[in-house]
């Protein structure tokens, strides 16, 4: 295991399509983070987990946005009847627990794009 | 609410030159304080992190940065410049206070000149 894995890498979808993304974590890490990023912009959260359970959601996380991590291992991230504005970077972190002192590892991403 | 703000969008040096990257920061508890690179097409890499004790912390790649919490700043530094530095640089804080999440910033891109 050498790093936080994306799939896929690119997609491309038509508006309205429902789309799921995957993340991989480092596999003993039990912290995993949902960011977007859109052009010209630093990532925003979205959302957080801790093993299985969704600690945290960002208001940028609508209702046709849906997480999951169901074994405390991958997770998934579901967008349903995609827009155009949901163009972006989603990237995929994990950490250990801890303190903070633990560094968050980033994925490479997926990037969205809604034709 | 907790924000970050990197004032230089582009940034443009010359090869062997020296590098400061701006950051300022808001946050309503004890901050920490990351730098994270970008390059093309790839993920985040964490730059080096502050979360208390000496101020100047030292990072990866060369690079150092110095928390003045009387100016909300954590600025990025490298004394020399390489090609290959050429990259987004993204400065984030989080901490307990604001949950487990970072705020990052714009992001400021480098370019560098041979």
């Known amino acids: 295991d050498t790093g936080v894995s994306q799939n896929p890498r690119h997609k491309i979808t038509k508006r309205g399509q429902n789309v799921t993304f995957r993340c991989d974590p480092i596999?003993?890490?039990?912290?995993l983070y949902w960011y977007r990023q859109t052009l010209g912009q630093g990532p925003e959260f979205l959302t957080y987990?801790?093993?299985?359970?969704?600690?945290?959601k960002s208001r940028l996380l609508s209702d046709r946005f849906s997480a999951e991590r169901p074994k405390g291992s991958f997770s998934t991230l579901e967008i349903q009847r995609t827009e155009q504005g949901d163009s972006a970077m989603y990237l995929c972190a994990s950490s250990p627990q801890g303190s903070w002192s633990a560094e968050a590892f980033f994925g490479q991403g997926t990037r969205l794009t809604v034709v | 609410a907790q924000s970050v703000t990197q004032p230089d969008i582009h940034i443009t040096v010359s090869e062997g030159a020296s590098l400061e990257l701006r950051c300022n920061y808001s946050y309503g508890a004890t901050p920490y304080l990351f730098w994270y690179v970008q390059s093309p097409g790839q993920g985040l890499q964490l730059l080096l992190k502050?979360?208390?004790?000496?101020?100047l912390v030292q990072g990866i790649k060369g690079f150092e940065a110095e928390f003045k919490r009387s100016q909300s700043s954590f600025n990025l530094r490298k004394p020399s410049v390489h090609w290959s530095d050429a990259a987004e640089y993204f400065c984030?804080?989080?901490?307990?206070?604001?949950?487990?999440?970072?705020?990052f910033g714009t992001g400021t891109q480098l370019k560098v000149e041979l």
């Open positions: 984030a804080v989080g901490g307990t206070g604001g949950g487990n999440k970072l705020t």
């Open positions: 502050y979360f208390s004790g000496d101020t």
């Open positions: 596999s003993e890490h039990n912290r």
């Open positions: 987990f801790q093993n299985e359970a969704q600690l945290e």
